[in-house]
Protein backbone atom coordinates (compact mmCIF):
# COMPACT_ATOMS: atom_id res chain seq x y z
CA UNK A 1 0.00 0.00 0.00
CA UNK A 2 2.80 2.50 1.11
CA UNK A 3 4.78 1.03 -2.00
CA UNK A 4 2.44 1.76 -4.07
CA UNK A 5 1.14 5.06 -3.13
CA UNK A 6 5.00 6.24 -3.34
CA UNK A 7 4.79 5.54 -6.65
CA UNK A 8 1.81 7.16 -8.03
CA UNK A 9 2.56 10.27 -6.25
CA UNK A 10 5.58 10.80 -8.18
CA UNK A 11 3.65 10.46 -11.81
CA UNK A 12 1.36 13.11 -11.15
CA UNK A 13 3.85 15.52 -10.36
CA UNK A 14 6.16 14.15 -12.56
CA UNK A 15 2.97 14.98 -15.30
CA UNK A 16 2.21 18.42 -13.50
CA UNK A 17 6.08 19.53 -13.59
CA UNK A 18 6.60 18.22 -17.43
CA UNK A 19 3.28 20.29 -18.12
CA UNK A 20 4.63 23.10 -15.98
CA UNK A 21 8.32 23.15 -17.67
CA UNK A 22 5.92 22.89 -21.22
CA UNK A 23 3.83 26.05 -20.50
CA UNK A 24 6.61 27.99 -18.92
CA UNK A 25 8.80 27.52 -22.02
CA UNK A 26 5.83 28.08 -24.40
CA UNK A 27 4.82 31.60 -22.57
CA UNK A 28 8.50 32.47 -22.01
CA UNK A 29 9.35 32.13 -25.90
CA UNK A 30 6.02 33.65 -26.65
CA UNK A 31 6.85 36.69 -25.10
CA UNK A 32 10.30 36.74 -26.15
CA UNK A 33 9.27 36.25 -29.72
CA UNK A 34 6.66 39.36 -29.47
CA UNK A 35 8.75 41.65 -27.62
CA UNK A 36 11.01 40.73 -30.56
CA UNK A 37 8.57 41.04 -33.45
CA UNK A 38 7.57 44.76 -32.19
CA UNK A 39 10.84 45.64 -32.12
CA UNK A 40 11.57 43.74 -35.59
CA UNK A 41 7.80 45.95 -36.45
CA UNK A 42 9.41 49.39 -35.46
CA UNK A 43 12.73 48.75 -36.96
CA UNK A 44 10.75 47.82 -40.12
CA UNK A 45 8.49 51.02 -40.21
CA UNK A 46 11.28 53.36 -39.82
CA UNK A 47 12.79 51.38 -42.84
CA UNK A 48 9.35 51.97 -44.65
CA UNK A 49 9.28 55.57 -43.36
CA UNK A 50 12.63 56.43 -44.89
CA UNK A 51 12.27 54.71 -48.60
CA UNK A 52 9.10 56.62 -48.19
CA UNK A 53 10.41 59.89 -48.03
CA UNK A 54 13.56 59.44 -49.76
CA UNK A 55 11.12 58.07 -52.93
CA UNK A 56 8.41 60.94 -52.26
CA UNK A 57 10.88 63.60 -52.35
CA UNK A 58 12.66 62.47 -55.34
CA UNK A 59 9.23 62.89 -56.96
CA UNK A 60 9.85 66.58 -56.97
CA UNK A 61 12.83 69.09 -57.40
CA UNK A 62 13.31 72.26 -56.01
CA UNK A 63 11.86 71.15 -52.37
CA UNK A 64 12.74 71.19 -49.17
CA UNK A 65 11.15 70.61 -45.84
CA UNK A 66 11.89 68.98 -42.17
CA UNK A 67 10.55 66.05 -41.86
CA UNK A 68 10.06 64.33 -38.44
CA UNK A 69 11.64 60.62 -37.30
CA UNK A 70 11.28 58.78 -34.23
CA UNK A 71 14.64 57.45 -34.32
CA UNK A 72 15.02 56.96 -30.39
CA UNK A 73 18.42 56.07 -29.72
CA UNK A 74 18.94 54.84 -32.97
CA UNK A 75 21.68 56.28 -36.34
CA UNK A 76 21.22 56.03 -39.93
CA UNK A 77 24.25 55.70 -41.96
CA UNK A 78 24.34 55.77 -45.54
CA UNK A 79 26.83 54.20 -47.70
CA UNK A 80 26.60 53.90 -51.39
CA UNK A 81 23.69 53.37 -52.23
CA UNK A 82 22.17 51.65 -49.49
CA UNK A 83 21.43 52.72 -45.70
CA UNK A 84 21.42 51.41 -42.34
CA UNK A 85 20.12 51.50 -39.29
CA UNK A 86 22.16 51.06 -36.21
CA UNK A 87 21.35 51.08 -32.79
CA UNK A 88 24.40 51.18 -29.72
CA UNK A 89 26.74 50.10 -33.00
CA UNK A 90 25.08 46.86 -34.05
CA UNK A 91 23.30 46.45 -37.44
CA UNK A 92 19.32 46.45 -37.05
CA UNK A 93 18.37 46.64 -40.11
CA UNK A 94 19.34 48.11 -43.98
CA UNK A 95 17.94 48.76 -47.40
CA UNK A 96 18.66 49.53 -50.81
CA UNK A 97 17.48 52.87 -52.53
CA UNK A 98 17.22 53.35 -56.20
CA UNK A 99 16.84 57.32 -55.55
CA UNK A 100 20.06 59.15 -55.24
CA UNK A 101 20.23 60.18 -51.56
CA UNK A 102 22.87 61.95 -50.56
CA UNK A 103 23.70 61.73 -46.73
CA UNK A 104 26.28 60.55 -44.04
CA UNK A 105 24.82 60.02 -40.29
CA UNK A 106 21.35 60.84 -38.93
CA UNK A 107 20.93 60.83 -34.92
CA UNK A 108 18.92 63.27 -34.59
CA UNK A 109 14.79 62.98 -34.87
CA UNK A 110 14.40 66.46 -37.13
CA UNK A 111 15.82 65.79 -40.68
CA UNK A 112 16.00 68.64 -43.69
CA UNK A 113 15.30 67.19 -46.93
CA UNK A 114 16.07 68.85 -50.26
CA UNK A 115 15.53 67.48 -53.76
CA UNK A 116 17.17 69.12 -56.71
CA UNK A 117 17.13 68.18 -60.33
CA UNK A 118 20.72 67.01 -62.21
CA UNK A 119 20.62 68.48 -65.66
CA UNK A 120 23.42 68.01 -68.09
CA UNK A 121 21.95 69.47 -70.49
CA UNK A 122 18.69 67.32 -70.10
CA UNK A 123 17.28 66.36 -67.07
CA UNK A 124 18.88 63.01 -65.95
CA UNK A 125 17.85 62.20 -62.45
CA UNK A 126 16.17 64.22 -59.04
CA UNK A 127 19.20 64.11 -56.09
CA UNK A 128 18.10 63.91 -52.65
CA UNK A 129 20.29 65.82 -49.63
CA UNK A 130 19.38 64.71 -46.23
CA UNK A 131 20.65 66.49 -43.47
CA UNK A 132 20.07 66.53 -39.62
CA UNK A 133 20.96 69.58 -38.93
CA UNK A 134 24.58 69.17 -38.07
CA UNK A 135 25.25 71.67 -40.80
CA UNK A 136 28.05 73.09 -43.09
CA UNK A 137 30.53 75.40 -43.05
CA UNK A 138 31.60 77.29 -45.74
CA UNK A 139 35.22 78.66 -45.56
CA UNK A 140 37.10 80.37 -48.03
CA UNK A 141 35.23 81.07 -50.72
CA UNK A 142 37.29 83.75 -52.81
CA UNK A 143 35.20 83.25 -56.21
CA UNK A 144 31.37 82.75 -56.80
CA UNK A 145 30.68 79.61 -56.34
CA UNK A 146 31.54 79.35 -52.30
CA UNK A 147 29.03 82.12 -52.10
CA UNK A 148 26.30 80.59 -54.11
CA UNK A 149 26.52 77.53 -52.84
CA UNK A 150 26.48 79.14 -49.22
CA UNK A 151 23.40 80.88 -50.24
CA UNK A 152 21.57 78.68 -51.54
CA UNK A 153 22.22 76.21 -48.87
CA UNK A 154 21.16 78.69 -46.29
CA UNK A 155 17.80 79.58 -48.64
CA UNK A 156 17.33 75.69 -48.54
CA UNK A 157 16.99 76.09 -45.11
CA UNK A 158 20.19 74.48 -43.82
CA UNK A 159 22.77 75.65 -41.16
CA UNK A 160 25.33 77.49 -43.19
CA UNK A 161 27.12 77.85 -39.43
CA UNK A 162 27.61 73.84 -38.78
CA UNK A 163 30.28 71.45 -37.67
CA UNK A 164 31.55 69.92 -41.82
CA UNK A 165 34.10 72.56 -42.97
CA UNK A 166 33.86 73.02 -46.91
CA UNK A 167 36.61 75.02 -48.39
CA UNK A 168 35.68 75.77 -52.09
CA UNK A 169 38.85 77.42 -54.07
CA UNK A 170 38.99 78.56 -57.35
CA UNK A 171 41.53 77.02 -59.45
CA UNK A 172 43.01 73.37 -61.05
CA UNK A 173 44.31 71.42 -57.72
CA UNK A 174 45.34 68.24 -57.34
CA UNK A 175 44.31 66.79 -53.75
CA UNK A 176 46.75 66.82 -50.87
CA UNK A 177 46.91 66.41 -46.70
CA UNK A 178 45.30 68.71 -45.27
CA UNK A 179 46.66 70.68 -43.22
CA UNK A 180 43.60 71.84 -41.00
CA UNK A 181 41.99 68.36 -39.34
CA UNK A 182 38.35 70.20 -39.40
CA UNK A 183 37.72 70.35 -43.21
CA UNK A 184 35.93 67.39 -44.40
CA UNK A 185 36.57 68.65 -48.39
CA UNK A 186 37.96 70.86 -50.73
CA UNK A 187 36.43 71.96 -53.87
CA UNK A 188 38.37 72.39 -56.66
CA UNK A 189 36.57 74.13 -59.48
CA UNK A 190 36.95 75.49 -62.75
CA UNK A 191 34.77 78.85 -63.81
CA UNK A 192 32.21 77.80 -66.73
CA UNK A 193 28.93 77.76 -68.27
CA UNK A 194 28.89 73.99 -66.76
CA UNK A 195 31.15 74.18 -63.12
CA UNK A 196 33.42 71.40 -62.77
CA UNK A 197 36.38 70.48 -60.97
CA UNK A 198 37.74 67.81 -58.25
CA UNK A 199 36.98 67.00 -55.05
CA UNK A 200 39.00 66.08 -52.03
CA UNK A 201 37.30 64.71 -49.29
CA UNK A 202 39.52 63.84 -46.12
CA UNK A 203 38.49 62.62 -42.07
CA UNK A 204 40.64 63.49 -39.24
CA UNK A 205 43.14 65.40 -41.54
CA UNK A 206 43.83 62.25 -43.91
CA UNK A 207 42.81 62.57 -47.54
CA UNK A 208 39.72 59.92 -47.78
CA UNK A 209 40.00 59.62 -51.65
CA UNK A 210 39.32 62.35 -54.69
CA UNK A 211 36.76 62.38 -57.40
CA UNK A 212 35.26 64.31 -59.73
CA UNK A 213 32.40 66.71 -60.63
CA UNK A 214 30.06 67.82 -63.27
CA UNK A 215 27.18 70.46 -62.02
CA UNK A 216 26.62 72.69 -58.60
CA UNK A 217 24.03 69.72 -58.15
CA UNK A 218 27.07 67.26 -57.47
CA UNK A 219 29.08 69.83 -55.25
CA UNK A 220 26.15 69.34 -52.98
CA UNK A 221 25.85 65.67 -53.25
CA UNK A 222 29.47 65.88 -51.95
CA UNK A 223 28.77 68.41 -49.02
CA UNK A 224 25.74 66.28 -48.01
CA UNK A 225 27.58 62.78 -48.13
CA UNK A 226 30.96 61.57 -47.90
CA UNK A 227 33.75 59.51 -50.04
CA UNK A 228 32.09 56.44 -50.09
CA UNK A 229 28.31 57.49 -51.02
CA UNK A 230 29.59 59.99 -53.27
CA UNK A 231 31.80 57.84 -55.13
CA UNK A 232 28.97 55.17 -56.13
CA UNK A 233 25.85 57.85 -56.56
CA UNK A 234 28.30 59.86 -59.04
CA UNK A 235 29.21 56.50 -60.95
CA UNK A 236 25.44 55.64 -60.61
CA UNK A 237 24.37 59.09 -62.17
CA UNK A 238 26.83 59.40 -65.34
CA UNK A 239 25.11 55.76 -66.36
CA UNK A 240 22.00 56.66 -65.85
CA UNK A 241 23.22 59.70 -68.36
CA UNK A 242 24.20 57.63 -70.66
CA UNK A 243 21.09 55.31 -70.62
CA UNK A 244 18.93 59.14 -70.53
CA UNK A 245 21.04 59.72 -73.53
CA UNK A 246 20.63 56.88 -75.56
CA UNK A 247 16.94 57.40 -75.11
CA UNK A 248 16.71 60.85 -76.51
CA UNK A 249 18.95 59.36 -79.38
CA UNK A 250 16.64 56.55 -80.48
CA UNK A 251 13.98 59.34 -79.93
CA UNK A 252 15.55 61.57 -82.22
CA UNK A 253 15.88 58.99 -85.04
CA UNK A 254 12.22 58.36 -84.64
CA UNK A 255 10.96 61.77 -85.52
CA UNK A 256 10.94 63.66 -88.98
CA UNK A 257 13.37 66.83 -87.84
CA UNK A 258 16.31 67.38 -89.81
CA UNK A 259 17.97 69.35 -87.33
CA UNK A 260 20.98 67.14 -85.82
CA UNK A 261 21.40 66.82 -82.00
CA UNK A 262 24.67 64.90 -81.06
CA UNK A 263 22.86 62.58 -78.65
CA UNK A 264 24.37 58.73 -78.32
CA UNK A 265 28.09 60.28 -77.54
CA UNK A 266 27.86 60.13 -73.83
CA UNK A 267 28.76 56.47 -73.39
CA UNK A 268 32.14 57.06 -75.18
CA UNK A 269 33.20 59.32 -73.16
CA UNK A 270 32.26 58.75 -69.48
CA UNK A 271 35.65 58.62 -68.21
CA UNK A 272 36.00 61.90 -69.66
CA UNK A 273 34.81 64.89 -67.80
CA UNK A 274 35.79 67.35 -70.56
CA UNK A 275 33.99 65.32 -73.28
CA UNK A 276 31.09 65.46 -71.50
CA UNK A 277 30.85 68.76 -70.93
CA UNK A 278 31.87 69.79 -74.37
CA UNK A 279 29.16 67.89 -75.39
CA UNK A 280 26.32 68.58 -72.98
CA UNK A 281 27.09 72.21 -74.39
CA UNK A 282 26.48 71.47 -78.18
CA UNK A 283 23.61 69.65 -77.24
CA UNK A 284 22.19 72.25 -75.33
CA UNK A 285 22.99 74.73 -78.33
CA UNK A 286 21.30 71.98 -80.99
CA UNK A 287 17.91 71.77 -79.04
CA UNK A 288 17.53 75.35 -78.76
CA UNK A 289 17.96 75.55 -82.51
CA UNK A 290 15.35 72.74 -83.25
CA UNK A 291 12.67 74.33 -81.32
CA UNK A 292 12.26 76.90 -84.18
CA UNK A 293 11.35 74.30 -86.36
CA UNK A 294 10.69 70.92 -84.65
CA UNK A 295 10.07 71.78 -81.04
CA UNK A 296 12.80 70.94 -78.23
CA UNK A 297 13.74 67.17 -77.83
CA UNK A 298 13.87 67.38 -74.29
CA UNK B 1 -6.78 -1.57 -5.17
CA UNK B 2 -4.97 -3.32 -8.18
CA UNK B 3 -7.70 -1.90 -9.96
CA UNK B 4 -7.68 1.62 -8.38
CA UNK B 5 -3.95 1.84 -9.63
CA UNK B 6 -4.75 0.65 -12.86
CA UNK B 7 -7.79 3.26 -12.90
CA UNK B 8 -4.98 5.92 -12.04
CA UNK B 9 -2.44 5.10 -14.75
CA UNK B 10 -5.20 4.76 -17.34
CA UNK B 11 -6.11 8.78 -16.22
CA UNK B 12 -2.93 9.88 -16.69
CA UNK B 13 -2.42 8.11 -19.90
CA UNK B 14 -5.37 9.77 -20.94
CA UNK B 15 -4.65 13.23 -19.69
CA UNK B 16 -0.90 13.05 -21.37
CA UNK B 17 -3.08 11.92 -24.96
CA UNK B 18 -5.18 14.90 -24.28
CA UNK B 19 -2.35 17.05 -23.83
CA UNK B 20 -0.62 16.18 -26.94
CA UNK B 21 -3.82 16.18 -29.00
CA UNK B 22 -3.58 19.52 -27.87
CA UNK B 23 -0.02 20.45 -28.47
CA UNK B 24 -0.40 19.13 -32.09
CA UNK B 25 -3.40 21.23 -32.45
CA UNK B 26 -1.58 23.88 -31.55
CA UNK B 27 0.91 23.57 -33.56
CA UNK B 28 -1.20 23.24 -36.48
CA UNK B 29 -3.13 26.30 -36.19
CA UNK B 30 -0.11 28.40 -35.36
CA UNK B 31 1.34 26.95 -39.14
CA UNK B 32 -1.83 28.10 -40.74
CA UNK B 33 -1.35 31.31 -39.15
CA UNK B 34 2.07 31.61 -40.13
CA UNK B 35 1.25 30.18 -43.82
CA UNK B 36 -1.42 33.44 -43.39
CA UNK B 37 1.41 35.62 -42.46
CA UNK B 38 3.70 34.45 -44.93
CA UNK B 39 1.11 35.08 -47.86
CA UNK B 40 0.63 38.36 -46.29
CA UNK B 41 4.46 39.67 -46.43
CA UNK B 42 4.62 38.41 -49.99
CA UNK B 43 1.48 40.48 -51.08
CA UNK B 44 2.64 43.17 -49.13
CA UNK B 45 5.73 43.42 -51.11
CA UNK B 46 4.16 43.26 -54.31
CA UNK B 47 1.79 46.19 -53.65
CA UNK B 48 5.29 47.75 -52.13
CA UNK B 49 7.04 47.00 -55.60
CA UNK B 50 4.16 47.82 -57.66
CA UNK B 51 4.12 51.46 -55.67
CA UNK B 52 8.34 51.93 -56.10
CA UNK B 53 7.85 50.94 -60.03
CA UNK B 54 4.69 52.91 -60.58
CA UNK B 55 6.45 55.96 -59.13
CA UNK B 56 9.81 55.09 -60.55
CA UNK B 57 8.33 55.34 -64.21
CA UNK B 58 6.24 58.34 -63.81
CA UNK B 59 9.18 60.44 -62.50
CA UNK B 60 12.15 59.31 -64.47
CA UNK B 61 13.48 61.08 -67.64
CA UNK B 62 13.36 58.16 -69.36
CA UNK B 63 10.01 58.46 -69.80
CA UNK B 64 9.01 61.41 -68.23
CA UNK B 65 7.54 64.55 -71.14
CA UNK B 66 9.20 67.05 -71.18
CA UNK B 67 9.96 70.67 -72.87
CA UNK B 68 12.77 72.48 -72.36
CA UNK B 69 13.20 70.48 -69.18
CA UNK B 70 10.05 71.42 -67.79
CA UNK B 71 8.52 68.08 -66.78
CA UNK B 72 4.76 67.49 -67.26
CA UNK B 73 3.31 65.66 -64.50
CA UNK B 74 1.96 61.88 -64.87
CA UNK B 75 2.72 62.40 -68.62
CA UNK B 76 4.58 59.59 -70.64
CA UNK B 77 6.18 60.33 -73.82
CA UNK B 78 5.67 57.78 -76.29
CA UNK B 79 8.83 57.96 -78.13
CA UNK B 80 10.76 57.50 -75.03
CA UNK B 81 8.90 54.33 -74.15
CA UNK B 82 9.67 53.06 -77.42
CA UNK B 83 13.32 53.95 -77.54
CA UNK B 84 13.33 52.53 -74.32
CA UNK B 85 12.87 49.21 -75.08
CA UNK B 86 16.45 48.87 -76.36
CA UNK B 87 17.58 49.28 -73.05
CA UNK B 88 15.16 47.02 -71.10
CA UNK B 89 18.00 44.46 -70.75
CA UNK B 90 19.86 47.17 -68.31
CA UNK B 91 16.94 47.75 -65.98
CA UNK B 92 16.30 44.25 -64.82
CA UNK B 93 18.07 44.91 -61.40
CA UNK B 94 15.47 47.75 -60.89
CA UNK B 95 12.46 46.29 -62.62
CA UNK B 96 12.61 42.67 -61.77
CA UNK B 97 10.45 39.91 -62.80
CA UNK B 98 6.98 42.69 -63.75
CA UNK B 99 5.45 43.99 -66.75
CA UNK B 100 5.16 47.47 -67.64
CA UNK B 101 3.05 49.64 -70.28
CA UNK B 102 0.66 51.75 -71.47
CA UNK B 103 -3.06 51.06 -71.83
CA UNK B 104 -4.83 54.16 -74.79
CA UNK B 105 -7.91 54.73 -73.74
CA UNK B 106 -8.79 57.52 -75.55
CA UNK B 107 -9.33 58.41 -78.71
CA UNK B 108 -7.88 55.10 -79.97
CA UNK B 109 -7.37 51.78 -77.97
CA UNK B 110 -3.91 50.41 -78.13
CA UNK B 111 -1.83 48.64 -75.54
CA UNK B 112 2.10 49.14 -75.62
CA UNK B 113 4.28 47.05 -72.99
CA UNK B 114 7.88 48.33 -73.19
CA UNK B 115 9.13 46.01 -70.59
CA UNK B 116 7.94 42.41 -69.94
CA UNK B 117 9.93 39.96 -67.82
CA UNK B 118 6.81 38.06 -66.44
CA UNK B 119 6.78 35.00 -65.12
CA UNK B 120 3.81 32.73 -63.39
CA UNK B 121 0.23 33.79 -62.78
CA UNK B 122 0.74 34.86 -59.35
CA UNK B 123 0.53 38.58 -60.18
CA UNK B 124 -0.46 42.09 -58.57
CA UNK B 125 -1.81 44.90 -61.14
CA UNK B 126 -1.94 48.01 -60.85
CA UNK B 127 -2.39 51.19 -63.00
CA UNK B 128 -3.29 54.63 -63.06
CA UNK B 129 -4.52 57.32 -65.67
CA UNK B 130 -1.94 59.22 -67.45
CA UNK B 131 -1.00 61.58 -70.46
CA UNK B 132 0.57 59.85 -73.46
CA UNK B 133 2.16 62.44 -75.86
CA UNK B 134 3.33 61.29 -79.36
CA UNK B 135 3.06 64.60 -80.71
CA UNK B 136 -0.39 65.15 -79.49
CA UNK B 137 -1.49 64.17 -76.17
CA UNK B 138 -4.20 61.15 -75.44
CA UNK B 139 -5.02 59.31 -72.77
CA UNK B 140 -4.30 56.13 -71.20
CA UNK B 141 -3.34 53.73 -68.47
CA UNK B 142 -0.10 52.79 -66.83
CA UNK B 143 -0.44 49.50 -66.10
CA UNK B 144 2.45 48.17 -63.79
CA UNK B 145 2.15 44.30 -63.32
CA UNK B 146 4.38 42.70 -60.56
CA UNK B 147 5.21 38.85 -60.04
CA UNK B 148 5.74 36.97 -57.42
Known sequence: MLKRGVIELPLHWIMIIIIGIAFLLFFGQAGFKLSETFKNVNDNLLVLDLRNVFLSASANSKTSSNIDLELENKVIKFEGEKFFVEENGKLVKGSKLNQFVFGDEINKNRVRIWSEAFELPFKVVN????????????????GNLGRNVKDELEDKGFNVDGEKVIKIVNGDNA????NNEDVALVVY?????????????YKNGDLKGEKEFITEELIYGAIFSNFEVYEVLYDKAIERLINVDKIYEEKVINDNCRVRIDFGDMERYRNNVDNIISTAKKIKEQNKDRVRKCGYVY | MSTKGQM????????????LVLIVLGLVGYGYYMQGSIKD??????????????N???NSAEFQCSNNNIVKVNCVDMRKLVAFE???????ELFGFSRIGVREIHPGVEEVYFYDESRGNDKFVRSVPVLIFEGNYRVGMLVVEVYE
Open chain 2, 86 to 92: NLRLDYR
Open chain 1, 175 to 178: CLGS
Open chain 2, 41 to 54: LKQDEQVERSLLLM
Open chain 1, 189 to 201: YEEDEIVHGNLCF
Open chain 1, 127 to 142: FVFVDDGKGFKIVDYA
Open chain 2, 56 to 58: YVL
Open chain 2, 8 to 19: EMMETVIALLVF
